[in-house]
């Protein structure tokens, strides 16, 4: 029923200014028209995540969206650049290499975005 459509992730956040600001400058993310207050919309590659205003905003302790790149050292240095701090998470059969978790063929980076979710970017 809904293997053939797209999923969109999404990400609650308190401040609008400050979330446009993160996803679009730090992040590079490309805006899409929404035409609801509240909410913003971005472009990232095939996909897109849709970034709304809630008083929930943070409170989701597992990772809210995660973006699969090539080279996952250049991005975590990229984005840490830019300013992202990276989170570092105690997980059975991973080890760390700086910010970076990996498990057999699988690396993986969190960070958190102004409200507290938790972002990540994996290679494998």
């Known amino acids: 029923m809904l293997g053939s459509t797209d999923v969109i ?5 308190r401040d609008l200014e400050k979330a446009k ?14 035409g609801e207050a ?3 919309s971005y472009k ?26 090539n080279d996952l050292e250049a991005t975590v240095q990229g984005l840490k650049a830019k300013g992202v701090r990276f989170e570092h998470y105690d997980l059975p059969g991973t080890e760390r ?6 498990s057999g063929r699988t690396k993986a980076a969190w960070f ?5 979710n938790i972002l990540a970017v994996v290679s494998g």
């Open 97 to 102: 290499k700086g910010d970076i978790h990996g």
């Open 21 to 34: 600001k993160f996803y679009e400058a730090t992040l590079g993310l490309t805006p899409l028209p929404t």
């Open 44 to 69: 990232s590659g095939h996909s897109s995540l849709l970034v709304y205003q809630s008083q929930y905003a943070g409170t989701n302790k597992a990772t809210a969206a995660t973006w699969a790149v």
């Open 38 to 40: 509240g909410v913003l």
């Open 9 to 13: 992730a999404t990400c609650a956040v």
């Open 112 to 116: 958190k975005d102004p409200d507290g």
